[in-house]
């Protein structure tokens, strides 16, 4: 199964993972689009969708592992390695801030294929710490997939397939269209269940 660009777009824009607005970004910049992951994550069908088109492309690297880094990537790692028939593994932050690592006893036999997934590629720092963490426990990584890239390019020492490569201009706010036309900005993803709602299974902003 394979998924375009397109498609990919309308599914986070249908779960309301995809917002058109005026936002204040957790970086302090401004947006009028904002993405949050997990109005896709919680829905196993739609997310399931999406793991196919990581799964169908990954179908040749005879992968034995997944590895996602928490938290929206033990999602997709279970998801793309139930599909593939693999096994799953996440890599969690280290204690001292130095990168992630595996714990609760995952273990990698001496060059094992893992596939690393994630689900928004934003600096590409989760995916580098992930593949960090699978090469130093013995494992080859073999391929790398997200979502989304919005990184405009980040670099990775393992090439990326991304099924969605997205662009989303940030502002400061001097220079915010929105702001200069006068527009209320918001904060989103903050205060806990402020955003979006769900009425008769369609998702709302709040
Ligand atoms: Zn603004």
């Known amino acids: 199964m394979t998924i375009e660009s397109g498609d990919v777009e309308r599914v ?20 009028a689009i904002y993405l949050e992951k997990f109005r896709l994550l919680e829905r196993p069908r739609e997310t399931e969708r999406l793991c196919a088109a990581i799964a169908a492309w990954a179908r040749t690297l005879d992968v034995a592992t997944v590895a996602g880094p928490t938290t929206g990537g033990i999602i997709l790692a279970y998801e793309v390695a139930r599909q593939l028939g693999a096994r799953a593994v996440y890599a969690e932050r280290r204690d001292d801030g130095a990168g992630r690592e595996l714990r609760r006893g995952f273990a990698l036999a001496p060059g094992e294929r893992v596939l ?19 090469t130093g426990a013995g494992g080859s990584v073999v391929g790398a997939a997200v979502l989304v890239d919005r990184s405009g390019g980040a670099r990775s020492e393992v090439p990326v ?8 201009a940030t502002y400061t706010p001097s220079e915010c269209p929105q702001c200069a036309a006068g527009m209320a900005a918001t904060h989103p993803g903050t205060g806990g269940a402020r955003g979006c709602v769900v009425r008769e299974g369609r998702v709302e902003v709040a």
């Open 161 to 168: 397939h991304a099924l969605w490569r997205a662009e989303f």
């Open 116 to 134: 690393v997934v994630d689900d928004v590629l934003t600096t590409g720092g989760s995916l580098q710490e992930t593949i960090a963490a699978i």
């Open 12 to 31: 986070f824009r249908e779960v309301g993972a995809l917002r058109d607005g005026h936002f204040v970004l957790t970086s302090g910049r401004h947006s």
